[in-house]
């Protein structure tokens, strides 16, 4: 289907876990986001990608690992979840040019929670 | 204080009231996102406008530059409007090309 999918929808794991959180667009756009979004903290930028191979930090990249091989593919990893990573996670793409003149199309989201 | 404000935080009308929600921020931007957010959780853009004014549909966005705020408005509102609105400031902020969000305004509106 095209657009933007994030997989797992839901996941559970435990302290100490390594996670993988999946994201696909169908778009060939280059730029690539992950958000987190807590309650009180609104979204926030975790890494971001312009393109393939083509990586950088956001405002909270501690405890995540990021890569992009293929444009269509943008998976976060958490390298050894904590219980401060429980958290609704959101991919998002955007055409080229980046964030400042393009919208942004949000994936469904991956609920996390780690015990 | 938070870099983008949006009031009020929480909304309640009666169907087919004219709805404004605010967002204001302190740093420069090139553009202004509104995003909405559905009580499933799913995000979809409604607006990007970095001067003047937008219409689609029953959604106006406005944004005044000078003042650095913005306002989204909904004429002759609906139940299916009920969501949590998300406003976004974007451009160079503290050295770096990123988006800053508010907390969003939790709309909901009554038949």
């Known amino acids: 289907d095209a657009g933007i999918t994030q997989s797992p929808r839901y996941k559970i794991t435990e302290t100490g876990r390594q996670v993988t959180l999946m994201c696909h667009q169908t778009w060939s756009h280059s730029y690539m986001f992950w958000y987190r979004q807590d309650l009180g903290h609104g979204l926030r930028l975790i890494y971001y990608s312009a393109a393939a191979d083509i990586t950088d930090k956001g405002e909270v990249p501690d405890g995540y690992v990021v890569s992009r091989s293929k444009t269509e593919n943008f998976p976060l990893t958490l390298e050894s979840a904590t219980r401060s990573q429980t958290s609704v996670y959101f991919c998002a793409s955007s055409e080229s040019a980046g964030v400042l003149f393009y919208e942004q199309y949000f994936g469904p989201g991956t609920r996390l929670t780690v015990t | 204080k938070n870099e983008v404000e949006q009031s009020p935080q ?35 853009s409604l607006f990007m406008l970095s001067s003047g004014k937008k219409k689609h549909g029953r959604l106006i966005a406005t944004i005044n530059i000078q003042e650095k705020h913005s306002s989204l408005h909904i004429t ?3 139940p299916r409007d009920s969501a949590v609105y998300i406003c976004a400031a974007g451009g160079i902020i503290q050295g770096a090309q990123k988006l800053v969000f508010g907390q969003g305004t939790r709309l909901t509106i009554n038949p």
Do not use: D, K, M, R
């Not at chain 2, 929600?21 to 996102?33: M, Q």
């Open chain 2, 10 to 44: 929480n909304l309640t009308a009666q169907e087919g009231e004219f709805i404004t929600i605010n967002c204001s921020y302190s740093v420069g931007i090139s553009a202004l996102h509104w995003l909405q957010q559905h009580p499933g959780g799913g995000i979809v």
């Open chain 2, 76 to 78: 002759a509102s609906h």
